[in-house]
């Protein structure tokens, strides 16, 4: 027997570095990749004339497939990487054999959400993303006694936040806001799944964990006490742990 690699897909508005304190644990269990999304940390912005679409982020990661010769992975993402893994699997459902959905949703933006989407890419084109667009993020991102004791913390965020390319920041808001609804896409999926919230996540709560986890037969869910919306920062150990109790195994021939 041998597991699939896990893919694990960064929240907006970080990048890989959010998954530093689980990506060690984990990889001495399993093969770990953690890429930069486009545009976002070291993965450079394509110039195109194209309407920003999470379908041509998940061309990308389709793409990183293809280089790195894995025909089939257990894809994995946290928030708005949790969106972009449900992308993938509508583009090329074949290359999943397994999704870990970490404090995300299915829905799409509400009227009010893509207008707000639309608010920050022209802010962040206009002024960068010093200081405002980690101040307007935190209070969601983070659970208040994240933030009232773990100052570290909050701090590991935000220099993460502000040194994101003002490109990127814009590019990935207008691609957010026209994702289509996966409630479906996650029913008929038929791949094994592991959905894990933050007790205290107010961008996508346990009403919403909860509905994912539902439609998929099988699905496991966890809620991790005393957690925000960054649940593989704020409880590392708890993430890791629901991952390894989870994850499936698979033939090399399923590969």
């Known amino acids: 027997m041998t597991e699939l690699p896990l893919v694990l897909l960064h929240a907006f508005p970080l990048d ?11 990889a001495s269990h399993l093969r770990v990749i953690t890429p930069d999304q486009r545009g976002l940390g070291r993965s450079p912005l394509p110039e195109s004339d194209r309407e920003p679409s999470l379908e041509d982020a998940a061309r990308d990661v389709v793409a990183l497939l293809d280089r790195l010769d894995l025909d089939r992975v257990v ?8 969106y972009l893994a449900m992308a993938v ?8 054999g397994g999704l870990v959905l ?3 949703k299915a ?3 509400t009227p009010e959400a893509a ?28 659970a208040a006694s994240t933030r009232e004791r773990r100052p570290e913390l909050v701090e590991t965020v935000r220099e993460i936040i502000e040194s994101q390319p003002p490109a990127g920041i814009s590019w990935t808001a207008l691609a957010l806001r026209t994702r289509p609804d996966s409630l479906d896409l996650l029913r008929d999926s038929g791949v094994p799944a592991l959905v894990v919230v933050g007790e205290e996540d107010p961008i996508t709560p346990i009403a919403a964990a909860s509905e994912m ?6 699905a496991t869910l966890v809620v991790l006490p005393e957690a925000g919306h960054l649940t593989p920062l704020e409880d590392p150990a708890g993430v890791v742990e629901a991952i390894l109790s989870w994850y499936p195994a698979t033939h090399e021939s399923e590969k």
């Open 16 to 26: 890989s570095r959010m998954w530093n304190a689980v990506r060690e644990p984990l």
């Open 89 to 96: 699997l509508r583009l090329a459902p074949e290359r999943v």
């Open 107 to 109: 829905g799409p933006d």
């Open 75 to 82: 894809l994995g993402g946290c928030s708005m990487g949790g």
């Open 102 to 104: 970490i404090d995300t």
């Open 115 to 142: 207008q707000t989407r639309l608010d920050v890419a022209a802010r962040v084109e206009q002024e960068g993303t010093e200081t405002w667009l980690a101040e307007a993020n935190l209070p969601n991102l983070l």
């Open 213 to 218: 986890a539902g439609v998929m037969d099988g």
